[in-house]
């Protein structure tokens, strides 16, 4: 087997110089598409125009910085590929310093700690702060969700429960100790309060902290989650939202289930502005990223799905009344914020472009919404540093960098281009019920009939797009599935039912999951469609997925052994079984119970004939290692072949690069095995 046949990379960099092939031709390796630089955690010092990321390369992650218009300039000087995350970046608002923490993990911040690189010793999670002018980092302690006072002079950050403050020269002092863990810490505008969401478990509370006299207040506490807390501008008054989970099976006309609440930041008096009407639009669902702003013309600015969509509306302060929709149409909303004055909501999205994003303007007093990013890119996470705007920008070839919104898009750092890269494209197709799916096409560089492969992502409140991901999970499965198509394999990467960007009919679709796996008939069908293309070898069709797509991975190989001639199972569930509401009766629980079963992989296995290649990392904190081990011995018993690579230590989204590797190695052996027969 040729592991070099078809790509070639060209790496240009912006003021910068980059180590590797430099000339078009270059013939690389897996590794080589997998090593490619990757930029993650945006971040934007609010008074100057000065931003700050992470780059990732081959795993060697560093943090670097550029003000617009002048060179990126690197803060950091790790050098392993460690498995030692770096997140939470923090300006302060000067610019002068920034912020960060390494080690831990991001998505679980005070769960134990990971050592993905199987240290003597399990590393820590430290805060650090660096000048953005120079010199090294200098350690402030364990902790994380570090947070700059409005004057930059003291940093505020927690762990396990706790908030410790910490200014130069002197020592961190524990603040105060909660029972849950502490989230959206934030200032008020004053310096005299600190803003917190109290998570625990099954509830939240949004609590406020007083420097001064140590006194803790708890804001309207209830029965639910209260989140997304916002100062009003001048710190008198807090906005949050509070929802709580609709009963399983509860009809979608039913609630209400989520309110916006403002509360009194002295006294902590409270009451209800808003409350969702029933209908559509009547749970509670997010954008990926903060989700309550509080304008400087005292409107509360938060999503709703009223359309059927997720959109921003705009609610007044002070008297309630009906919110406004500030944007419209059959798109979603991915993310949002205000500009440094207040006055114009930037948002991502995908209108007018289903499968990409790209960055807008409105203004909150009206007039239509200006498209700041256009094309065949894709422009996420938009930040504001000063009056400058910066985004996370990828396309087909060129992988997530940061770039400067101008008159065009200005790269802000390196930008890598893979040359050689099929262009994938949008198909649609429809399942067996009449639901159309949509999906990305990766033509495979073969003549005549040639093998195929289904990717199916993860979530699964996911989307895959028409180019590089802004995640970096989703960026090595992209570049995995552009080098399976260099290889000969033609890929489909379908955007099944229950995932995001095409509305919340298609997200909420009923029966999905522990609920039918409805999900799977989108599967099935993007199998059926390969199988009836006159390039395709039906009778040589795979399919692999990582965690809810490693379910259904899973499940089609146990369903569906005849259309699935193998397939690649990265940290999969493989039963849903867990407990039901104690609201449901004793027989709706027993009926619950046996949905999940007949919904699992599990429930199958007597129809597996297809061989597996089973991954998974042993601390993995999103789905349990245990249900890879219970599969295995279950096909053991059945002699149902299977592989397996196994990665101690390590966590769902593979911490280190060489896990990466290792795992996208076997996969394309075992495809080629499998699917061509060929011996690697």
């Given at each position: 087997m040729n592991m070099l046949r078809g790509l070639w990379l060209i790496f240009c960099a912006a003021g910068l110089a980059l180590s590797g092939p430099s000339a078009a031709g270059d013939r690389v390796t897996l590794a080589d598409a997998l090593a490619l630089p990757v930029a993650s955690g945006l971040a934007g010092a609010r008074d100057v125009p000065r931003f700050?990321?992470?780059?990732?390369?081959?795993?060697?992650?560093?943090?670097?910085?550029?003000?617009?218009?002048?060179?990126?300039?690197?803060?950091?000087?790790?050098?392993a590929d460690d498995g030692q995350q770096l997140y939470d970046l923090m300006f302060s608002d000067n610019g002068r310093h920034l912020a960060f923490v390494a080690g831990g993990d991001g998505e679980f911040p005070d769960d134990d700690r990971p050592n993905a690189g199987q240290g003597a010793e399990t590393p820590a999670q430290q805060v650090?702060?660096?000048?953005?002018?120079?010199?090294?980092?200098?350690?402030?302690?364990?902790?994380?969700?570090?947070?700059?006072?409005?004057?930059?002079?003291?940093?505020?950050?927690?762990?396990?429960?706790?908030?410790?403050?910490?200014?130069?020269?002197?020592?961190?002092?524990?603040?105060?100790?909660?029972?849950?863990?502490?989230?959206?810490?934030?200032?008020?505008p004053d310096g005299a309060r600190l803003l917190f969401v109290d998570n625990r478990d099954d509830h939240s509370f949004v609590?406020?902290?007083?420097?001064?006299?140590?006194?803790?207040?708890?804001?309207?506490?209830?029965?639910?989650?209260?989140?997304?807390?916002?100062?009003?501008?001048?710190?008198?008054?807090?906005?949050?939202?509070?929802?709580?989970?609709?009963?399983?099976?509860?009809?979608?006309?039913?609630?209400?289930?989520?309110?916006?609440?403002?509360?009194?930041?002295a006294s902590g008096a409270a009451h209800v502005l808003w409350t969702a009407p029933q209908g559509i639009g009547g749970r509670y669902y997010g954008t990926r990223s903060r989700n309550l702003f509080w304008s400087s013309a005292g409107e509360i600015i938060f999503p709703w799905e009223r359309s059927g969509w997720v959109h921003a509306y705009a609610l007044d302060a002070k008297n309630g009344g009906t919110p406004r929709a500030l944007t419209r149409g059959a798109f979603e909303v991915e993310s949002f914020l205000l500009d440094a004055p207040g006055r114009n909501l930037i948002y991502a999205s995908n209108a007018g472009d289903i499968d990409r994003r790209h960055v807008w303007r409105q203004r909150l007093?009206?007039?239509?919404?200006?498209?700041?990013?256009?094309?065949?890119?894709?422009?996420?996470?938009?930040?504001?540093?000063?009056?400058?705007?910066?985004?996370?920008?990828?396309?087909?070839?060129?992988?997530?960098?940061?770039?400067?919104?101008?008159?065009?898009?200005?790269?802000?750092?390196?930008?890598?281009?893979?040359?050689?890269?099929?262009?994938?494209?949008?198909?649609?197709?429809?399942?067996?019920?009449?639901?159309?799916?949509?999906g990305q096409l990766f033509l495979g560089r073969a003549n005549g009939k040639r093998p195929a492969i289904v990717f199916v992502h993860g979530g699964p409140r996911r989307q895959m797009l028409l180019g590089f991901h802004p995640s970096g999970y989703y960026s090595n499965t992209y570049a995995m599935n552009q080098y399976l198509a260099a290889q000969g394999y033609t890929v489909l990467a379908v955007n099944y039912r229950s995932g995001t960007g095409y509305g919340q009919a298609f997200r909420e679709a009923r029966d999905t999951g522990r609920g039918g796996a409805s999900e799977y008939r989108d599967v099935l069908a993007?199998?059926?469609?390969?199988?009836?293309?006159?390039?395709?070898?039906?009778?040589?069709?795979?399919?692999?997925?990582?965690?809810?797509g490693g379910y259904l991975t899973a499940l089609a190989l146990a369903r569906d052994s005849a259309l699935f001639a193998a397939g690649v199972d990265l940290h999969g569930v493989h039963t849903l079984l867990r407990t039901v509401p104690a609201s449901l009766s004793p027989k709706a629980q027993e009926a619950a119970r046996q949905l999940q079963w007949d919904s699992s992989p599990m429930a199958a296995l007597d129809r597996w004939k297809s061989p597996v290649l089973l991954i998974h990392g042993d601390d993995d904190r999103n789905v349990p290692f245990w249900q890879s081990l219970l599969l295995a011995r279950e096909l053991s018993a059945r002699r149902i072949p299977f592989q397996e690579r196994t990665f101690p230590n390590e966590r769902h989204s593979f911490f280190r690069h060489q896990s990466w590797l290792l795992s996208m190695e076997a996969t394309e052996a075992f495809f080629e095995a499998t699917l061509r027969g060929e011996a690697k």
């Open positions: 700050a990321w992470v780059e990732n390369i081959a795993g060697v992650r560093n943090i670097w910085t550029a003000d617009r218009g002048a060179p990126a300039r690197r803060l950091t000087a790790y050098s650090f702060v660096v000048a953005t002018d120079g010199g090294a980092p200098k350690r402030v302690g364990e902790g994380h969700s570090p947070a700059f006072d409005p004057k930059g002079e003291r940093l505020a950050y927690t762990r396990k429960g706790e908030i410790w403050l910490w200014h130069a020269g002197a020592a961190p002092r524990r603040l105060a100790e909660v029972s849950g863990d502490v989230t959206a810490l934030q200032w008020s609590a406020l902290l007083d420097i001064a006299s140590a006194r803790l207040t708890y804001l309207d506490p209830g029965l639910g989650y209260s989140v997304e807390p916002a100062f009003s501008p001048d710190g008198r008054q807090v906005a949050f939202i509070r929802y709580v989970d609709p009963p399983q099976g509860a009809d979608d006309a039913a609630g209400p289930y989520w309110s916006i609440r403002i509360a009194d930041a007093d009206g007039g239509a919404p200006e498209a700041m990013t256009q094309g065949e890119g894709i422009e996420s996470n938009p930040t504001i540093a000063g009056d400058a705007l910066a985004v996370i920008a990828s396309d087909a070839r060129r992988l997530a960098h940061p770039a400067l919104i101008a008159r065009q898009l200005q790269p802000l750092g390196k930008i890598v281009e893979a040359q050689g890269f099929v262009t994938p494209e949008a198909v649609t197709f429809t399942a067996e019920d009449g639901v159309q799916v949509h993007a199998g059926r469609w390969l199988a009836a293309r006159e390039d395709v070898d039906a009778a040589r069709i795979g399919i692999w997925g990582g965690s809810w």
